[in-house]
């Protein structure tokens, strides 16, 4: 098989690229990377030095594609399925690529402050950090929540990249601060989201791994 996927189901940017491969049925190999075992990182790191997942290899064309939002746009170029991740028309396009760069970095990275924080050794939290990342998620969560009471995916009426980044952003970042009554549209736009078969899939996958969460 030409496609085999760097990746871990736990982690958010990797569950991003998984909704688009099997939005579209995409044929691929799942390469589940263990960073805490040495065989399993050094194995990765001859693949991508830097060392962070996803990362798609394209064994038939010889290319090795990092970045979540880079591998779903080289799947909707040398890989397109029936839904258009990345639609043709250039307006919509960039509304894609705006809102999927705000999910990733208005609301994945803020919660993956808080979370990372949790994990740290007692004396050793950043607690100025954590609350900045919580102002940052709440900006973000106030906009969303107007950009989500007028439409039902993310730019519209058809489900696109931005909504594969969208739903483990904001499905992660709600356990750590919870949507409330005051982003209903929000919610709802999230239930939307894990009720999609693509995404259901993920969270299935994913679930094993949930324990580990710092709550």
């Avoid at 909707?76 to 250039?90: D, K, T």
């Avoid at 894609?96 to 990372?116: A, G, N, S």
Wanted: proline fraction near 7%.
């Amino acid at each position: 098989m030409s496609l085999k996927l760097y990746m871990h189901p736990f982690a958010s940017f990797c569950q991003k690229v998984l909704i688009a491969l099997y939005e579209n049925s995409t044929p691929f190999v799942a390469h589940q990377v263990d960073l805490g075992d040495e065989t399993s990182r050094a194995a990765f790191l001859s693949i991508w030095p830097v060392g962070q997942f996803p990362v798609l290899r394209d064994e038939e064309k010889g290319r090795t594609i990092p970045e979540s939002t880079i591998i779903i746009e080289y799947l909707s170029q040398h890989y397109p399925g029936p839904v258009e991740l990345v639609p043709a028309g250039r307006n919509l396009a960039i509304q894609t690529r705006l809102w999927d760069r705000f999910y990733d970095l208005h609301v994945d990275e803020p919660m993956q402050k808080i979370v990372t924080d949790r994990l740290r050794p007692a004396g050793r939290s950043d607690s100025f950090g954590v609350e900045h990342a919580r102002k940052r998620l709440l900006t973000a969560y106030r906009i969303l929540d107007g950009e989500m009471a007028t439409r039902p995916w993310a730019t519209g009426t058809a489900f696109s990249m931005a909504d594969c980044a969208a739903a483990p952003a904001l499905f992660y970042a709600n356990l750590v601060e919870p949507f409330g009554d005051a982003h209903r549209s929000l919610a709802a736009y999230l239930q939307r989201l894990i009720e999609r078969p693509s995404f259901a899939r993920v969270v299935k996958e994913a679930q094993p791994y949930m324990a580990q969460f710092p709550r």
